[in-house]
């Protein structure tokens, strides 16, 4: 061995490129500490040319600084796809938060920090380092990407959704008000099917959030999905709200001086129509008090009241007939609100539409030709007759 240590480094240098192995290479290195200082850049160039640069990935995930540094000094000049790599590196660590490493492969020939990154192959979805920074709720790394030059913070991911939206709806609510802090975030942006980042935190993200997106004047409470989905074309944030049964998010919302309480998407449907079929007692409550016309008609012709007949809601059919809903309202199909309660065997509701005085108990259904009482017979639900 201090034969070995007697060598001169262009020797140790010759030696080490006698060796196919990067294994045997580290093994070389791992002699002594001279020999790691000699031939420890040599398995680091071995590993960026030949190892697909996997020190540095290692490093990325683990968040070893030195020796990240290491393999990016090492990749000088490496071809390939070198670039494919770097980018799956700083995901690699943004995702986990380590910065510094993030910071030193932003510094590299050829990044974009506005490049949207595929984590996992094939998965189809491409998202910006930022937008994965505001998801994950690392602010350090938020405050480096917004501060790199000529980032875009509007750009998250393929779909259109902002990096705010990210914060939102994945409850980073420090990452949120940091974003809305800064300058040049669209606090309104509409990604590709129409959706605002309100719109996204409120199906999915804090009511704190919520109530910081409610602080800022421009941002459009009352902004209709502009999907291509008809099923959702048109829903607005109090929709959203309504139709998860949020009661806390709809009191937010409906606290805002120009929120439409009464607006109906494409197809129809209301908030009111949306809080009656799911059931949300405090929410109907809550959408009356506020002005909320009881007795609306989606493309189908039913009402709210017919709803809550459908879903077998005693106290929400109270509300909506007490502030003046229509109980015989008959739907496109020639359904009635008796019809399907008694059809589905909901007998306090059959019984709650018969003392209204109001029901006529012979209209017949446009196909079938039956009634409610042919219903109730034909599924043995006597107590409704």
Not at 29 to 39: C, G, P, V, W
Not at 78 to 105: F, M, P
Not at 262 to 279: V, Y
């Amino acid at each position: 061995m201090p034969l070995l240590l007697d060598l001169p480094n262009e020797i140790l240098y010759h030696i080490a490129g006698c060796l196919a192995l990067e294994s045997d290479l580290s093994r070389l290195a791992r002699t002594n500490r001279h020999l790691y200082t000699t031939i420890n850049p040599v398995v680091y160039r071995f590993n960026a040319l030949y190892g697909q640069m996997s020190a540095l990935l290692w490093a990325a995930e683990r968040g070893m600084v030195p020796t990240a540094q290491y393999a990016l000094e090492a990749s000088v000049r490496v071809s390939g796809d070198k670039l494919g790599i770097l980018y799956d590196a700083l995901s690699q660590a943004v995702q986990e938060g380590h910065t510094r490493i993030a910071e030193n492969i932003l510094l590299q020939d050829g990044i974009d920090p506005n490049f949207q990154h595929q984590q996992r192959k094939g998965d189809g979805s491409r998202i910006t380092f930022l937008a994965r920074a505001a998801k994950t709720g690392h602010m350090d790394l938020v405050a480096l990407f917004l501060s790199t030059k000529d980032i875009n913070p509007n750009l998250g991911d393929d779909k259109g959704r902002p990096p705010i939206t990210y914060a939102g709806f994945s409850r980073q609510d420090t990452v949120v008000k940091q974003l809305l802090a800064t300058p040049g975030v669209d606090p309104d942006w509409r990604d590709d099917h129409g959706r605002t980042p309100l719109s996204w935190t409120v199906s999915f993200g804090s009511d704190d959030a919520v109530s910081q997106f409610l602080s800022r004047s421009d941002v459009d409470v009352n902004a209709p999905m502009a999907t291509d989905y008809w099923w959702k074309k048109g829903w607005t944030t109090l929709m959203f709200a309504s139709c998860r049964g949020f009661t806390e998010k709809v009191q937010l919302l409906l606290n805002q001086p120009n929120i439409n309480v009464n607006h109906q998407c494409e197809r129809g449907k209301s908030a009111l129509h949306l809080a009656a079929k799911t059931g949300s007692e405090a929410i109907v409550q809550l959408l009356l008090a506020h002005g909320a016309y009881p007795d609306p008609k989606e493309c189908y012709g039913r009402t709210p009241l017919y709803e809550s007949a459908r879903s077998g809601c005693l106290p929400i059919m109270n509300m909506l007939y007490t502030a003046g809903a229509d109980p015989n309202t008959i739907t496109e199909d020639g359904d009635t609100a008796v019809t399907v309660a008694s059809r589905r065997g909901h007998t306090e509701i059959v019984r709650f539409l018969l003392k209204t005085g109001k029901i006529n108990l012979t209209h017949q259904g446009n196909d079938d030709q039956r009634n409610a009482l042919s219903w109730a017979a034909a599924h043995g639900y006597r107590g409704s007759q």
